[in-house]
């Protein structure tokens, strides 16, 4: 057998398609395709075309098909090969910059650096870089967005050199929106077509994405989900994605969600149901007669959050609802390709399928409450009327009410519980007509009762695309929000990504003088620790709704179903449900001014940018000019003395560790997005470089620079290292037990030539996609991170960088072994892992040692050989020089 097995051909408007079949495999007696989940049937496709009888062969097509009948728990290796892949410039900037120092290594082994170009396509968005620096001003993203250019002139001219010197690379110029949501309303065709030998060949569209959150895609029945930024360079360069066959659980939902109900709350119940599941490394499937009541943008706002809820993907089917949007959004000729496809090849979900899930967890819609989630974990929800007392307790709020600032004896004081920011924000809730119009018209409502938002928060609404502007203001609700104080900020993730920009400086500077627990409330999709402002203690997630309404009521420690939120200009009490609109009054407000004609205006010149944009000079060459003196882009190191043979891999040997963790360690307390302390190393450095603090930017903003980067990481304000008592990027350097930042430390024990170690807890590398997570990790000199169980992101993007995963045997910590951190550590035998089995830790002190049992966590032979290669990259590169 081969894939012309399955090859059939698709007469559609008098168009010949050529289309891979799997329902075949049913006629063939081989598997009951129409049982097994959709998203499964994508994966099967996609081995059944790229077959190729060496990397994929029959007998793997046949074996998922199998897997996905019987639900068994071994799994098994295949090799995945997503259409495109999707970037944001956070990511995108470190992955062109390794895409640039490889070409110079190409060409320094006399070979044409051009061998180093995508070979699928790639869509970057630049979205990550705006900052709320102007808020108060009606023109407050133009003013953004000149800052934003001022800042990021360096970063933009090497995007733009890549537009124009890669193939298959497409740039998305700033100010347009946030990458999800861009690709939710535009760059995804659902169903993807391609010039082959054969003709014309039509192809469910899969996708990887260097954000955490591409999953947003699946709400559209397009398969994709975020990965390392290193493992996304190895698919650009013509690699296949490498993974064990997920295991698929469904979500069976009933009922229909009550009036008041948004796609937020939907979204934060998912989560905090699914989080106990252990969704981890598994594909999440919603199926059941629930679905018919969840619009497209409502299961965009539950698919966005699956990494929240711990899931490789949350993946909704192609229905009557999908066609929907595709027509509504400017795609009439894409939604009659996708109909015919689906119906004629078994993606089209009829909501009367009897589906084999490996698990299925039942969810009543009905039974859904307004929530919010916080202070610093998306999957902790509290519903409205438990808030007040919740985050009374956790903040202990009521010995902490003697503090009150309240210049000029306005009607507000700033104190304990106060919010300070509260923003609507990201593609997450930004993509739904139905929560921004609400929004708006709860807006309306509270002007109209002469209700106006306390002085110290800062206001902010950033949508994630332009067309939310256009029915914002065709409908008038615009000038509501900014008669409130939310005026449009820019197009970006701006503060759901920590761009939330400076504070006042009055409230900042009393925030720290009287160490205030001050609040954000946004409609964002992360609230870990740190991440909104560094002098916010509590983030709370919500509505846009809701976000309007806590502004108004200007502090987190209220029950907004039994206490006013402010008074209205006739000096009554004004309660939520006063303001709160109805569903009725919203969804007239969706179908009318929600139109097909803004779609096609914002979306017809895409790519072209702004004046800004088309301004910037860029000299058009094969390999890119490096400037020395630059502090935004500099080549990194991770090529120098590249060699095209394989080292042997070195057990490690009187290691010391260099962190000791608890649970939850994100992304972002390990590699930071947000400001730039003067006094930390990162800072430091860029003063020591001539660069002044107010022009300092973010982490994010300089992760083409290694300098800043490897100084940032685990250098997060709120990070807590338990060898030292104080939090913010300290350790302690053995054996003279000095107390210093981690990587001063660090660097001392590379003088030394000592290796090191980081101890972890559960969920060790939760949150974004942040490749400079692990780049960080590699170049601090840490060998291996030893943990109770990793992120699936973190894991591989560990793994992309030659960093060995390990976990804890069975019920063994840190903690439970005894020890203390300032062992000496061994691991032997690294050249013979494998993956799953198991390795002895030694640790030495004073004499005396202890030996304990770690797990490889590597999950395919090929990820030894990228352990063995010193990472994905150097493996991918060795492989196409020796061609």
Known sequence: MTSKSLKQKLILNNREYIVHNISLLEKMGLAKINRLPFSARILIENLGRNMDSKIIQWKDIVFAANFYETCPQNSKL?????????MQDFTGVPAVVDFAAMRDAVEKSGLDPKKINPMVPVDLVIDHSIQVDHFKEKNSFFLNARKEYERNKERYQLLKWAQKSFDNFRVVPPESGICHQVNLEYLAKVISTKKTRDGLAAFP???????????????????????????AEAVMLGQPYYMNLPQIIGVNLTGRPRKQITSTDIALYVTNVLRKENAVEKIVEYTGPGLKHLTLTDRATISNMSPEYGATAGFFPVDEHTLDYLEKTNRSETARLVEAYCKACGLFNSHYNDIKFSKKIDIDLSLIETSIAGPSRPQDRLSLDSVKEKVTKIFDLDTKKDVLINPGNKPYALTNGSIVIAAITSCTNTSNPYTMIGAGLAARNAVKKGLSIPWYVKTSLS?????????????????YFQELGFNNTGFGCMTCIGNSGPLDPFIEESVKTHDLDVMSVLSGNRNFEARIHQDVKGNFLMSPILVVIYAIAGRIDINLKSEPIGISKDGNPVFMRDIWPAADEINHFVETYVKEKFFKDQYADIFKGDKLWQALEVDESTTFKFNKDSTYIKKPPFFKDFSTDVPPIKDIKGAKALLVLADSVT???????????????AGRYLVENGVKPREFNSYGSRRGNHEVMMRGTFANIRIKNKLVSDTGGLTLKFPEKKQDFVFNASQEYRDEKTDLLVFGGQEYGTGSSRDWAAKGTTLLGIKAVIAKSFER???????????????????????????KGDETFSINNLDKIKPNEFLSVKALKNGREKNFQVQVKLNIEIEIDYIKNGGILHYVLRKMIKA
């Open 78 to 86: 295949v090799a995945f090969h997503p259409s495109r892949v999707l």
């Open 205 to 231: 569209d899969t996708l990887v994405g260097t954000d955490s959150h591409t999953t947003m895609i699946n709400a559209l029945g397009v398969l994709g989900w975020g990965v390392g930024g290193i493992e």
């Open 463 to 479: 949508p994630g695309s332009r067309v939310v502007l256009d029915y914002l203001n065709g409908s008038g609700l615009m000038d």
């Open 667 to 681: 992304t972002d307390h390990i590699s930071p997005a947000g400001a730039i302390p003067v006094d930390y190393p």
């Open 793 to 819: 992101i973190h894991r591989s993007n560990l793994v992309g960088m030659g960093v060995l995963p390990l976990i804890f045997k069975d019920h063994d910590s840190f903690e439970t072994l005894g020890l």
